[in-house]
């Protein structure tokens, strides 16, 4: 049909199997460090914070890992989710290129972290964990794994960002009602966040902190609670591939394939997961789509952090590994609205950007919320401000390919709904809101925050 604009599969066509890209990617993973004794970290270390089921998925080498039944029962509530071909945006802009999205936000809880909460759940609740800890920023994550802890019959208790917790009750409210127990962090549940509390009674927060939060009321419950992470780690990349998977299926639909893929990047997962499906087929299949990742300037891990060993949270208490860091300690500025304020990049995103497989820039919050406005405007979808940054890049392509008239094919992953985000919103609306850029050279600052950790023989 030539002017089609949705492009759905069947339940039947949902993934059975998630993509690993380590069976294919050309840079081995870094090892990965026990933040006490600085050892590389054993099986044993990672049990007291995840399942077995999870831990394998971490360290697999498995091209494909089978998505299990009681997962594929839950997918099926939103997947397979749409493609939509953005033509009313694309009118807009005049140009030739043609722009497609993914589109995740049709998830319940409103984003792609369902698909990484409902295994998550399903692979402790199969190992018997009884109860879960997590932290969450703006609650994205927290309103996924909550509702994914209900689904299985497990507890769930949640550290959310104090500011978020203050500003944003809404996602708290939404959390309570899958019931989870929700507390603002730096949390005075643990002896880190009362430490912070006792030092700064008003000490506003960061992931890295709720992070530290979570994985101490793990570590002290000898094994009764289990910790979950909602990006970042390798699993939970896997997880997410169940987006490209069907894009490319879908993409196929349309009769197309895309010259560039983009995604936001907070921790890395959704990028990933639209990604490196495509990046299996250019390294497989001879094909050359362009993948890039799209970053805040006021938190660009990739563009200005330094490759290197750090904690993934604040106390370090959390593993210690390899990645693009602006360093653990890392407080983004309370100006910044527009998400994705994690102080490093998942590793396996790391090393294939270190390895040039992967482009990255950094964009403005005051741009990204002028194009997720015309977005909604057009498409009629209000984007969650994090993937509007994915947005915005795909505006800059096709306002590249009007200029030379070429017929590029975009794909971007619209990572979720900003239904609770709309406070943002109205900042940006009242001409409230202010860019803020992270201070070039920063690599030897950033330095000396580190563990040291020299780089292993293998
Ligand atoms: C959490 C979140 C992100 C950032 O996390 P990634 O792991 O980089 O995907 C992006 N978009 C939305 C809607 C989110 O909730």
Redesign the pocket.
Same mark, same amino acid.
């Given at each position: 049909m030539e002017d089609q604009t949705k492009y759905l599969l069947n339940e039947s066509d949902i993934p059975h199997f998630w993509y690993n890209i380590n069976a294919d990617s050309p840079v081995a993973p870094a090892p990965v460090f026990n933040p006490q004794t600085k050892q590389p970290i054993t099986p044993a270390d990672l049990l007291a914070l995840f399942p077995m089921g999870l831990i394998e998925q971490e360290v697999s080498q498995e091209r494909y890992i089978p998505i299990p039944e009681e997962v594929l029962e839950v997918y099926k509530l939103w997947r397979p989710t749409p493609l939509i071909r953005a033509r009313r945006l694309e009118q807009a802009l005049h140009t030739p290129a043609h722009i497609y999205f993914k589109y995740e936000g049709v998830s319940p809880s409103g #984003?792609?972290?369902s698909n990484t909460a409902v295994p998550q759940a399903y692979f402790n609740k199969i190992a018997g964990t009884k109860a879960m800890t997590t932290e969450t920023g703006a609650g994205?994550?927290g309103s996924a794994l909550a509702m994914a802890c209900q689904f299985y019959g497990l507890d769930l208790e949640v550290y959310m960002v104090r500011v978020s917790y203050d500003q944003k009750p809404y996602r708290r409210y939404l959390m309570e009602t899958y019931g989870a127990s929700v507390f603002a962090s730096p949390s005075d549940q643990t002896s880190f966040g009362r430490k912070l509390l006792a030092e700064d009674p008003s000490n506003p927060g960061s992931l890295g902190i709720a992070i530290s939060d979570a994985v101490e009321q793990a570590a002290i419950s000898k094994g009764a609670k289990k910790y979950g992470l909602? #990006?970042v780690l390798h699993h939970v990349l896997i997880h997410q591939s169940v987006i490209g998977e069907e894009a490319l299926k879908q993409m196929d639909l349309a009769g197309e394939y895309p010259d560039v893929v983009i995604g936001?990047?907070?921790?890395?997962?959704?990028?990933a997961g639209i990604a490196f499906p495509f990046l299996r087929e250019n390294l497989k299949s001879g094909q050359r789509a362009r993948l890039l990742a799209v970053e805040p300037t006021a938190t660009p891990s990739l563009t200005k952090g330094i490759y290197s060993y750090d904690f993934g949270d604040s106390a370090g208490m959390a593993p210690i590994v390899k990645m693009y860091t602006l360093g653990h300690d890392f407080m983004p500025p309370s100006i910044h609205a527009g998400?994705?304020r994690y102080h490093g990049m998942a590793p396996t995103l790391s090393a294939l950007y270190d390895a040039g497989l992967i482009e990255a820039i950094s964009v403005p919050q005051t741009r990204v919320f002028a194009a997720a406005v015309q977005f909604a405007r057009c498409e009629g979808i209000l984007p969650?401000p994090? #993937?509007a940054h994915a947005i915005l890049a795909a505006m800059d392509e096709a306002e590249q390919a009007r200029k030379t008239g070429e017929k590029k094919v975009i794909l971007f992953n619209l #990572?979720?709904h900003g239904h609770f985000d709309l406070t943002a919103y109205n900042r940006y609306l009242s001409g409230d809101m202010e860019d803020y850029s992270y201070p070039d050279n920063e690599g030897k600052e950033i330095s000396r925050h580190l563990p040291f950790m020299p780089e292993p023989a293998l």
């Open positions: #984003s792609h972290k994205q994550w909602g #990006s936001c990047v907070g921790g890395g997962s959704n990028f998400g994705l969650a994090e #993937s #990572s979720g």
